[in-house]
């Protein structure tokens, strides 16, 4: 049910990509995925002129990686090696008078700040903490540091009975005891500041000042938060971070985090986002410090809400939403150098854009188009940026852009070398209609050398999230390439849900995760079943988390489409998942309720996978990591179990140290 005007859309290719299609190359391996050099987030020199940035490479053999420190001219040219250590260079930051770059490093035994001359000279350890630090910056004056911690906040089964010192025992009387891959272990992570000074032979704990002390909440949030929920003010004397000042039940039934200003004079502290319910974070001081912006969703308990562009101004004491009425998400918002331009991305059909929000008229304009990624925003110029970018045939590299015309400029070429050997598959676009009359994008990766007069088995990709968008990210997990690389077909559909196609596409999912979603998948294998090259006899089902889900639902409900399906940390049976999961403002939100909540009766007496599984009739692989604490490995066995004892053919591949 193909419905595009003109067929399928090819995306452009990179020159090495053709070449390596044009020619005898090697395939895409497990191996060779992982010989990448993944090019880290840029941060420009105060000067303009120069871009730090890490790459890290991958050992199989030693089962670790390695980060090390590059520069590269703002204006192009050959990149510089800093680094070439055993031991990583992490989270480089420049010092506001240029002179000196600052990165995290565990070569002390312990994570902790070193600086080094810009050419690489000179390094020494600057922070002497008793435990590890992360999130390191200075302030913009030079005069203070800042960097986060983790502190005790709570009583221990040791503090509760020290007649028992031996004792492993944790011991819990409210949620959130657990969290994505940790027990909650008393302690929680604090933002710390400190007077800077280059010589003294090193700072330590002493002087370091808790700008949250005895407060058992973390900054920056867990768990995937990092420096971009710590700002310091231009004059130094304000630290704004990001903070979840809930506990247990009350923290894990919502994402009612907040902005909070820290006076250094006065050691007060000030809620700035008091009355937005939803997550708020990411703050970032105007240049010239009379505002501050943050991203803000409305709703507390829907992790997915779009991302508002908020600001406050400091001589008003105004609040203002800036984007009321825009359909994008925002994310990585960053400041023109004059404050009166904001720039950020967001996900737009399938790919990641970079926009332009002018404040005096609130008027949004995107900067740039065509099917690629922008992820990080450094201003190098009063209309430059650096960005990464990526494509579902290319790691990312760093690039300039032109704020004014998306114009754009290579800075980087670590993988070319690798992506000059490889043949790779072309990508395409396609819309399908979908059951209810929808229009939804669909992404076609092609085997290499392919032969439009032979057959392929095909994959259809679920995706997880639920609200995560398929664009032209590179994934070192999921990756397409390496699937095509098999001889397989793949079909990604931007199903129901997903970001980048208006707020009732991405908010359709919540509730009805059998429902809709689960059609629109079937519409796009259904219309590549069609295509003359897919062998619709050697079609299989793939997918992680929610995708997880979508396999087993799929399972149970196919009729007879596929021949496999694969399904890494799926969810199985609601009943059980809802209570044992972390964050229940998730559960609450997309399920409804738990088991026992009438309003949630629909989800349990209709989508949950394990009713359906006495239709199983196909060979399942079941992934799961020990501790993937969002759904909690016993989903996986459940699965398992369920198919051996109906003598299915089937796996399981389980992992005692991975997470979700």
């Not at 949004?364 to 970018?389: F, H, M, V, W």
């Not at 590179?474 to 559909?493: E, I, K």
């Not at 979508?550 to 199985?572: D, E, M, N, W």
């Amino acid at each position: 049910m193909l419905v595009v005007g003109a067929g399928s859309v090819a995306v452009a290719q990179a020159p090495a990509q053709a070449q390596a299609q044009a020619s005898n190359k090697a395939l895409l391996t497990p191996e060779t995925l992982w010989q990448f050099g993944r090019v880290g987030s840029p941060s420009v020199s105060p000067d303009r002129k120069s871009v730090l940035y890490s790459v890290t490479t991958y050992e199989l053999a030693e089962n670790r990686g390695n980060a090390d420190l590059w520069l590269v001219p703002v204006a192009g040219g050959a990149p510089k090696r800093l680094t070439n250590t055993p031991k990583s260079e992490l989270s480089p930051v420049w010092r506001p008078d240029g002179k000196k770059i600052a990165f995290l490093s565990a070569e002390s035994g312990s994570m902790q700040a070193y600086e080094m001359n810009p050419d690489g000279s000179e390094r020494t350890q600057l922070t002497k903490a008793t435990e590890d630090i992360d999130n390191f910056r200075y302030d913009p004056t030079g005069e203070r540091i800042m960097f986060t911690q983790r502190v005790k906040t709570g009583k221990d089964v040791h503090d509760l009975y020290p007649d028992l010192p031996k004792a492993d025992a944790l011991l819990y009387d409210d949620l959130m005891y657990r969290h994505w891959t940790e027990w909650n272990d008393y302690r929680s992570s604090h933002v710390f500041y400190q007077p800077y000074t280059a010589t003294g032979g090193g700072l330590t704990n002493g002087y370091a000042k808790d700008a949250m002390p005895g407060e058992p909440f973390d900054t920056p949030l867990t768990p995937n938060g990092g420096a971009e929920h710590l700002d310091f003010s231009p004059d130094g004397y304000t630290i704004a971070y990001t903070a979840l000042k809930l506990k247990g039940k009350a923290a894990a039934q919502s994402t009612n985090s907040d902005i909070y200003l820290y006076n250094i004079r006065t050691a007060a502290t000030q809620n700035l986002s008091e009355g937005l319910m939803g997550y708020d974070q990411t703050p970032v001081f105007s240049p010239d410090g009379t505002k501050i912006l943050w991203l803000s969703m409305a709703k507390a308990g829907f992790e997915s809400d779009r991302n508002r562009v908020m600001v406050y101004d400091f001589k008003t004491k105004t609040r203002t939403d800036l984007t009321p009425t825009e359909e994008t998400s925002a994310d990585a918002p960053i400041w023109s150098a004059d404050g009166t331009k904001i720039y950020f991305l967001g996900v737009t059909r399938g790919t990641e854009q970079v926009f332009e929000l002018t404040l005096k008229s609130q008027k949004i304009r995107t900067i740039t188009k065509g099917n690629q990624n922008y992820s990080t925003l450094a201003l190098a110029g009063p209309d430059e940026l650096i960005c990464t970018k990526t494509t579902m045939s290319q790691p990312a590299e760093l690039v300039r852009l032109s704020a004014k015309d998306g114009r754009e400029t290579p800075l980087t070429f670590t993988n070319r070398a690798q992506l000059e050997k490889l043949k790779l598959g072309a990508v395409e676009e396609r819309t399908v209609t979908t059951s209810d009359g929808k229009k939804m994008q669909v992404w076609l990766i092609l085997p290499p050398d392919f032969d439009p007069k032979k057959k392929y088995p095909t994959l259809l990709y679920c995706q997880g999230g639920p609200q995560s968008p398929i664009t032209q990210s590179f994934s070192y997990r999921w990756n397409f390439q390496l699937m095509a690389a098999n001889g397989y077909v793949v079909v990604a559909p931007n199903r129901r849900g997903l970001p980048g196609f208006g707020r009732e596409w991405n908010d359709a999912i919540s509730g009805d995760w059998g429902g809709q979603p689960i059609k629109d998948y079937l519409a796009a294998i259904d219309d590549a079943a069609t295509l003359p090259y897919v062998d619709k006899d050697k079609l299989g089902a793939v997918g992680a988390s929610y995708g997880g889900f979508s396999v087993y639902y799929l399972a149970g409900t196919h009729q007879k489409r596929f021949k496999t399906f694969i399904a890494h940390a799926g969810l199985f049976d609601f009943q059980s998942w809802y209570p044992t999961t972390e964050e229940l403002f998730f559960a609450k939100n997309d399920l409804g309720g738990p088991y026992f909540d009438p309003a949630a009766a629909k989800t349990y007496q209709q989508f949950s996978p394990s009713l359906y599984a006495k239709n199983w009739d196909t060979p399942i692989l079941v992934i799961h990591g020990q501790r993937d604490f969002r759904v909690p490995v016993e989903q996986g066995m459940e699965a398992f179990g369920v198919a051996q004892l109906q003598n299915i053919p089937s796996r399981f591949l389980y992992f005692p140290d991975e997470n979700h």
